[in-house]
C-alpha cells in the first residue's frame, strides 16, 4: 500500500514524523489535532505497512508514570533518487526517507540536447543505485529532478529554462519512461527550499524565504510549513525584479533585472568592461576584489546593493522570520555583505528590518536532495 492508499489521519501521522520526528503517541496528538484514539488508529495502519516503527531515542515524557514509547520512521522503507541539472554536469544523489545520502555521484554533460541529458540522467541513476547496491526496480520508488527556470512540477514540464535554453519540455515523462521510475521534476531552488524546511536551517521556521545568489538569483517561500509555487509556478523569481537605474540585459530579455547586476556572470562580465581585460573569469574578479581593485570593489558593492534591495522586497511581502542565503555566489560573500544589509536595513519596513540574514554555503549535493526530498513528498502527500 502506498500512503496515498492510506487515510488522511495516516498520511497526516506520517507526514508529521518525518518533519519532526521521533515522537510519542502524544505529541503527535498535539502536533496534528488528532484524538488519541484515531493517532492510535493511523499509527496501527502506518506499522501494518512498515512505513513506521517503534523506538527511537529516549524520552523524559511518561505515559501512566513508564516512559513513552516513540514512533519513527523507517527510513529504509522507501528510497529516492534526486538530480541537480546545471548547464555542465549533473549532481545525483541516494536518498532515504530521513534524507539520509546513501550514495552521491557527479557526471558532466556533453550537450545540453534534451534526449542527451534524459539519457544521462537515466545512467546517473543507475549509477546511483550500483553505489547503494540496490536490487530490483521496486527498490527506488520516486526521481525528483530539479532545474533551473520557470518548471510546471504539476504538469512535469520545463516551461522555459534560460541556461538550457529548453521550452515547454515534458521532462518527468521523458525521464519517467527512461528509468521505469515515477519521476517528479521542480525548480531548483524550490527543491532547495524543501530540503532546508525539513532538515536545514528552516526547520521549525513558519515563515521563511531561502535567496540564492550564483548563475541564477531566485528565491524559495516557505509559508506556514508549506513551499509555495503560486499560481503560474514563478513564485519567488526575485532574479527579474527590476533595479533603478540599471540598463543591463538580463538573460531574460528585459533589463534592469536584478540578475542583470549581481549574478556570477553578470558580476564577471561587468568586471571585464570595468578593467578592460576580456578574458577575466569570476576567479580574477574576486582576486582582484580582494587585493582592493577600486572598479571591481565597484562592481561588487552595486551588485550587493541589488541583491539588498531583492531580500528587503520579500522581508515586506512575505514577513519572514529568517532569509537564508546561499548558491555558488556567497563563496565571495565578504565582498558585498556590507552593501546587501545597509540596502537591506535601509528599504525593509519596520519590524521586517529583524529578521535574520542567514549566509548558508551549500554545495550541488544538498540541492539534489531537494529532488529526493520533493520525490518524497509525492508519497506521504501526494498532490491531489
Not at 512505513?51 to 516513540?70: M, S
Not at 533551473?148 to 514540464?157: A, E, I, P, Q, Y
Not at 531548483?188 to 521549525?204: F, H, I
Amino acid at each position: 500500500m502506498t500512503l496515498a492508499d492510506q487515510p488522511p489521519a495516516a498520511a497526516l501521522v506520517f507526514q508529521t514524523l518525518l518533519q519532526h520526528g521521533p515522537l510519542s503517541r502524544a505529541e503527535l496528538g498535539r502536533r496534528t489535532g488528532l484524538t488519541p484514539g484515531a493517532v492510535t488508529k493511523a499509527a496501527a495502519s502506518l506499522m501494518a505497512d512498515d512505513w513506521i516503527t517503534e523506538g527511537g531515542r529516549p524520552t523524559t515524557e511518561r505515559t501512566n508514570g513508564r516512559p513513552a514509547t516513540l514512533i519513527e520512521v523507517r527510513a529504509g522503507r522507501a528510497l529516492f533518487a534526486g538530480v541537480k541539472v546545471t548547464g555542465e554536469e549533473l549532481i545525483g544523489v541516494l536518498a532515504d526517507l530521513n534524507a539520509r545520502p546513501l550514495a552521491s555521484h557527479r557526471v558532466a554533460l556533453d550537450s545540453r540536447d534534451v534526449g542527451t541529458v534524459v539519457l544521462a540522467v537515466a545512467r546517473l541513476v543507475d549509477r546511483l543505485r550500483v553505489a547503494a547496491d540496490l536490487a530490483g526496480e521496486d527498490a527506488l520508488h520516486g526521481i525528483g529532478v530539479t532545474i533551473s527556470g520557470d518548471v510546471d512540477s504539476r504538469l512535469g514540464t520545463v516551461q522555459y529554462s534560460p541556461f538550457l535554453n529548453w521550452r515547454r519540455v515534458p521532462l518527468a515523462k521523458l525521464v519517467e519512461e527512461a528509468t521505469g521510475t515515477p519521476t517528479v521534476i521542480e525548480n531548483d531552488v524550490r527543491a532547495l527550499t524543501v530540503a532546508e524546511q525539513w532538515y536545514g536551517a528552516g526547520v521549525g521556521v513558519s515563515v521563511f524565504a531561502l535567496v540564492t545568489v550564483g548563475a541564477g538569483i531566485g528565491a524559495g517561500l516557505s509559508i506556514g510549513g508549506r513551499v509555495v509555487s503560486g499560481a503560474h509556478g514563478v513564485a519567488g523569481e526575485i532574479g527579474h525584479l527590476p533595479v533603478t537605474g540599471v540598463e543591463r540585459i538580463c538573460t531574460c530579455g528585459n533589463t534592469g533585472c536584478v540578475e542583470a547586476v549581481a549574478s556570477t556572470h553578470a558580476i564577471a562580465e561587468q568586471a571585464r568592461q570595468a578593467t578592460g581585460d576580456p578574458k577575466l573569469t569570476m576567479d580574477d574578479a574576486v582576486r582582484l576584489a580582494h587585493a582592493g581593485d577600486p572598479t571591481v570593489r565597484a562592481v561588487f558593492a552595486r551588485a550587493g546593493h541589488a541583491v539588498g534591495l531583492a531580500l528587503a522586497c520579500v522581508a515586506n511581502l512575505i514577513g519572514p522570520e529568517r532569509i537564508i542565503i546561499s548558491g555558488e555566489g556567497v563563496a565571495s560573500y565578504d565582498l558585498f555583505a556590507d552593501h546587501i544589509r545597509q540596502a537591506f536595513v535601509d528599504h525593509a519596513f519596520g519590524a521586517a528590518v529583524d529578521c535574520d540574514l542567514l549566509v548558508r554555503p551549500l554545495p550541488f549535493e544538498e540541492w539534489a536532495r531537494g529532488g529526493a526530498a520533493v520525490a518524497a513528498q509525492r508519497v506521504f502527500a501526494p498532490t491531489r
